[in-house]
């Protein structure tokens, strides 16, 4: 049988908690080691007799008082871990947390006594304590945090809202607006609250829809799009953007939708594009130039040589013919060198926009005689017939000279000797027609498209001496003139030009 008495003595003196009994008065009538030792007192004796005062700290004096009386009357037992905890004052005066568990018996004589067992818990106050700093802290954490985000989505909101020329849209997966901002919106009267919970399928323009919701499925499907809408007259930059579910295995939810009104960017752009385009033009065209102009200047350059180095030959009167012959040939080829300098000034003055016109009293009849005995000089054989009209017309003289002057010597050029060449001036009340007709090579009807074209020359006239700058020339020209031109050409057979003009 376990003795009792030794069992309990055991327990009073080696127990972790501090044992002390008073009676009810609050006077120390027993404690243990731990007890003495926790409150720092060196033996039993300094504690026994006194008043558990002695033990709380001065402050909580009055309200123990109080607590003991009512606690002695209506004792019940307090078990640790739900008492509260309180402090307690050790021998130097230094106050330590204590959790303490009461309850009362009655010894031999019947008299009350308290019996209170008494934990340290400094340590694991100390723990509850840090634990709760970090929670404030946390939570202070927490609040900082929630004012930037609430600050961050202010700022969002006022990108959103200020988004130069476009808006920004979140779309679920059934294209609910789930948000929707931007100055566009409030150019249209808009604000994204409006949109907000509708749905775009229902509000979108039928016309744009197939430039539109294709490519936004796309976005659905994970795939960043980047494409363009032409709505009324603009265009709209569109950015869609796949907004995944980190937590959900990257699924795409939502997406992100910015709309940029691009049209002026645009506009920009395509003149950007076609002053490259004339520039890359003009570049082809500087080239083919050389190529072209140095080769046709090289034969006539070459019969002024040759036919120079012939006159100093011919010294004799009986040589006067040759010599003709060939200050002739000199002539000629100076004119024609003359020619086509004049159309290389001409296109190099078109183009830079510096032809200038000069409205004068035209004799027409005067004109077409002048070029057609110019072109009698290079071609001496051919039959020339003009219509005379009597017209005084009101003109450019140099323009129109010029215009005259490549259709009949193109005539006389294309047309073999012996062949006849027409020239007739038509009116009614408001325009006149100069036709300039000729029993030439012709032009293959294949080619006539691309007559006007610069440089452009027939397969047919490989043999004759041109540019292919002539008529290009006349069309500009015809511009200024508020004129038109039209032809008809039977290869081997023909061809008419007709130039039209108002009155
Ligand atoms: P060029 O006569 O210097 O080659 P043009 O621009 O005056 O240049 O004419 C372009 C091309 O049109 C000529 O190369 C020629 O093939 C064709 N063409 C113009 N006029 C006639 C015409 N009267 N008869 C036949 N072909 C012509």
């Known amino acids: 049988m376990v003795d009792q008495k030794a069992l309990y003595k055991v327990l009073f003196e080696q127990v972790g908690e501090g044992l002390i009994v008073t009676d009810k008065i609050g006077t120390i009538e027993v404690v243990n080691p731990r007890l003495v030792e926790m409150f720092g007192y060196e033996e039993e004796q300094e504690l026994l007799h006194q008043n558990i005062n002695l033990l709380i700290p001065q402050r909580f004096h009055s309200k123990h008082k109080k607590y003991k009386a009512d606690y002695m009357e209506h004792p019940a037992d307090r078990p640790m871990g ?11 005066g230094r106050e330590f947390p204590v959790e303490i568990s009461l309850s009362t018996f009655e ?14 818990v400094t340590k694991r106050k100390e723990m509850e304590d840090e634990l709760k700093q970090l929670n404030e802290e946390l939570e202070k954490l927490v609040e900082i945090r929630s004012s930037e985000l609430a600050k961050s989505n202010i700022l969002y909101k006022s990108i959103a809202r200020n988004f130069p020329n476009g808006s920004i849209y979140v779309f679920d997966q059934d294209f609910n607006y789930l948000f929707a901002d931007g100055q566009a919106l409030k150019k249209r009267g808009l604000s994204g609250d409006d949109l907000v919970g509708k749905n775009y399928l229902d509000l979108i323009d039928q016309s744009i829809t197939d430039q539109v919701i294709p490519n936004l499925e796309k976005v659905f499907k994970g795939n960043e799009q980047l494409f363009e809408i032409n709505y009324r007259n603009a265009i709209f930059a569109v950015h869609g953007v796949p907004l995944k579910d980190l937590q959900s295995n990257n699924h795409v939810d939502r997406i992100l939708v910015v709309e940029r009104d691009v049209t002026k960017e645009k506009k920009v752009e395509e003149e950007i594009k076609a002053s490259l385009e004339r ?127 490549n259709l009949i010597s193109n005539a006389f050029k294309y047309t073999p000797d012996e062949k006849l060449i027409e020239i007739e001036i ?16 012709g032009i293959p009807e294949s080619e006539q498209t691309k007559l006007f074209e610069r440089f452009y020359r ?46």
Do not use: C, W
């Open 82 to 92: 739900l008492g509260k905890v309180l402090f307690a004052v050790d021998k130097s």
């Open 107 to 120: 010894d031999n004589d019947g008299i009350k006594k308290a019996i209170a067992i008494v934990s340290d």
């Open 279 to 405: 520039e890359r033009e003009l570049n082809n065209l500087k080239t083919r130039f050389v190529s072209i102009v140095s080769h046709e200047f090289r034969t006539p350059l070459a019969a002024i040589k040759s036919s120079s180095e012939l006159i100093e030959k011919y010294k004799t009167t009986e040589t006067d013919d040759k010599r003709m012959k060939h200050t002739q040939r000199i002539q000629n080829s100076v004119n024609h060198l003359n020619g086509m300098i004049e159309d290389i000034l001409s296109l190099s003055k078109i183009e830079e926009g510096k032809v200038e016109i000069k409205l004068s009293d035209v004799d027409l009849d005067e004109l077409i005689e002048s070029i057609v005995a110019e072109n009698k000089n290079v071609f001496p054989d051919q039959n020339v017939s003009v219509h005379s009209s009597k017209l005084k017309i009101k003109s450019d003289r140099k323009l129109l000279g010029h215009i005259l002057s």
């Open 426 to 441: 038509k009116e009614n009340d408001k325009h006149f027609d100069i036709i300039v007709r000729d029993e030439g090579i």
């Open 458 to 503: 027939a397969t047919n006239a490989a043999n004759i001496k041109g540019t292919g700058l002539g008529l290009n020339i006349i069309l500009k020209y015809l511009d200024y003139l508020s004129g038109n031109i039209r032809f008809t050409s039977t290869e081997n057979s023909g061809s008419e030009f007709i130039v039209t003009f108002p009155k």
